[in-house]
């Protein structure tokens, strides 16, 4: 058991500009959700997937936003024509089972300039 | 509405004293209620949690009070050590389809040596 694990961990851009990330959930854990944290504030969730389906997406999440799990396997990010108000830490989490509590990554800080 | 309200914002405590954090909630379809302690720079790690048929659960130092019918819950470090020095989430996980997570604000402890 390795733990979620994301990359980059850090990603620093300039506006307007496309950026992905990924994340590598633990093994055999069928649900993975992303949520983003600004500074000060609890996470908040943006979507959720269920092995490779995308079950829910939080109205945070605008048309800019994309994310996928091929395979329900890992999952990617992408954020589109990043916007300064898109600065924050992106944080990824998985679990096995609806019952079982759910396990971060260390995040990935996006900070857009 | 879907809020965990989270008290204090911010807590300093001399070592070897009791923190204490508070959270509430309103919607009641919440069936799991996770504490989850975090240090700059990384991700949120699960600390302990409590379902909502039990009133107290406590793991070492640490101890969840749950009061079902105030929708409260609260979080006792005992014996608080520098090295408890976090920020500290309450969360409460939705009943049905994502099983999400609703995530309080935030409470910085310091712990003074």
């Known amino acids: 058991d390795t733990g979620v694990s994301q990359d980059p961990r850090h990603k620093i851009t300039k506006r307007g500009q496309n950026v992905t990330f990924r994340c590598d959930p633990i093994s055999e854990h069928n649900r993975l959700y992303w949520y983003r944290q600004t500074l000060g504030q609890g996470p908040e969730f943006l979507t959720y997937f269920q092995n490779e389906a995308q079950l829910e997406k939080s109205r945070l999440l605008s048309d800019r936003f994309s994310a996928e799990r091929p395979k329900g396997s890992f999952s990617t990010l992408e954020i589109q024509r990043t916007e300064q108000g898109d600065s924050a830490m992106y944080l990824c989490?998985?679990?096995?089972?609806?019952?079982?509590?759910?396990?971060f990554g260390p995040g990935t800080r996006l900070t857009v300039l | 509405q879907q809020q965990v309200k989270q008290s204090p914002q911010s807590l300093i405590v001399q070592k070897g004293g009791i923190s204490i954090i508070n959270c509430a909630y309103e919607n009641t379809a919440f069936d799991y209620f996770p504490w989850y302690q975090q240090f700059p720079g990384k991700g949120p790690a699960l600390l302990i949690a409590i379902r909502p048929d039990v009133s107290e659960k406590k793991e070492g130092r640490f101890t969840i009070s749950f009061n079902k019918s105030a929708k409260q819950f609260s979080l006792h470090i005992m014996d608080s050590q520098p090295g408890d020095s976090a920020t500290y989430f309450c969360?409460?996980?939705?009943?049905?389809?994502?099983?999400?997570?609703?995530f309080g604000t935030g409470t910085r402890l310091k712990v003074l040596a």
């Open positions: 989490a998985s679990s096995k089972g609806q019952y079982n509590e759910q396990f």
């Open positions: 969360a409460a996980r939705v009943t049905s389809g994502t099983y999400k997570y609703i």
